[in-house]
Every structure is written in C-alpha cells, then in structure tokens.
C-alpha cells in the first residue's frame, strides 16, 4: 500500500445532519431531505448558506442558529487525527468526502488539518459524490496511484462496496481499535 484514504464525516469527524435534522422533523422527512438537499449540496449545486436558507425555511429556526448548531456538532475524533499523522511520513493520506461547500474546508481550516493530507477530493468540489465510481477515479488520478495500492475506510457500506468495485482495498470504519487491527493485517 502506498496510499491511505478516509472519509471525514463518521471517521475523522462527527456526522452532522443526523444530530440537526431530527431536531426539527420527523425521521422521514430528515430522510427525505437529506436525500433531496443535503445531495444538491454535496454535489455542489448549492452551497451551505443555500442549505441553511432551505432548512430555516422549512423548520423555522434562523439560519445562523442552523449554523451554529451544525458546529456544535463538529466533534474531531482525536485517536483518528494521531493515527493519521503516524502515517503521514510513511504513506501518501488522502481525504475522499462527500461535503457542502465550504462547510468541510472550513472545518479542516478551523482544525489546521489539511495539512495531514496529500491529495483531497471532497464531492461539491467536484460534482460527483460517493459511491459514484467517477469520484473514486478522480481520487486516483489525484493519488497517482494504481487502485491495488490504495486503503480507503468509510463509515458507508455503500461506499466502501463501490471503492472495493475500483479496485481499492477499502474497509467498513467501525472504530479506531477495529481500524488499526485492519491497517496491521495488511502490514500497514
């Protein structure tokens, strides 16, 4: 392996849309938006103030306590951001999220944490979000790299089936434990 890829959202970081959204509606209408909306976002047709915009609209809560509460949200996982320094100065690292623009650089700014990757391909970016096969191709055009030499982990069984699809050894994040004991039984 000569390249190590993670998903942010669920890995790196806490989710955020599954904290905010039930706060204001019922589990199926967070579905149904999140599957309407957030998607629009995360391909990059709209943006985060465009998002909090629809959602105050819909809930009725002002944009700016949106904001703040998609924040709040943001927990870092810290044992995932020293596991992937440790690898840094052994394996290209690689960032592979589905994001709206720009809640995710901001994120990574706020937390000076673009600095432990190589290579980041976030989805409104790019047009295309996981598990399409197209932003799997990017990131290895990006990477430089044959699929057989990539790890990837993703808190997405879909995503993770679409990676292994490509070629790249991909895992199910479940935990740092669980994560560590598959980087090691790869040799990594």
């Known amino acids: 392996m000569q390249a190590i890829v993670f998903d942010f959202f669920g890995v790196i970081c806490s989710e955020i849309t599954p904290f905010v959204l039930p706060r204001y509606m ?8 999140k599957a309407d909306v957030v998607e629009e976002a995360d391909l990059g047709h709209i943006d985060l103030p465009e998002v909090l915009e629809l959602l105050s609209k819909r809930t009725g809560a002002s944009a700016a306590q949106l904001l703040a509460e998609f924040w709040a949200c943001v ?3 810290p044992e995932v951001v020293a596991l992937i320094a440790a690898l840094k100065d052994r394996y290209k690292i690689a960032l592979l999220s589905n994001a709206i623009n720009p809640f995710l650089r901001q994120i990574l700014a706020r937390h000076d944490l673009e600095r432990l990757f190589d290579v980041i391909v976030i989805s409104a970016e790019v047009g295309v979000t996981k598990p399409n096969a197209a932003i799997y191709q990017r990131l290895l055009a990006e990477l430089d790299l044959p699929a057989a030499q990539c790890f990837f982990t993703d808190d ?7 990676a292994q699809a490509q070629g790249i050894e ?12 598959d980087l090691a039984s790869r040799g990594i």
Request: overall charge positive; cysteine-free; charged content about 15%.
């Open 156 to 162: 997405n069984r879909a995503n993770v089936s679409a």
């Open 170 to 181: 991909a895992v199910l994040f479940t935990s740092v434990a669980a994560l560590k004991a």
């Open 75 to 77: 927990k870092l996982n």
């Open 26 to 33: 019922s589990q199926e209408e967070a579905i149904a938006y």
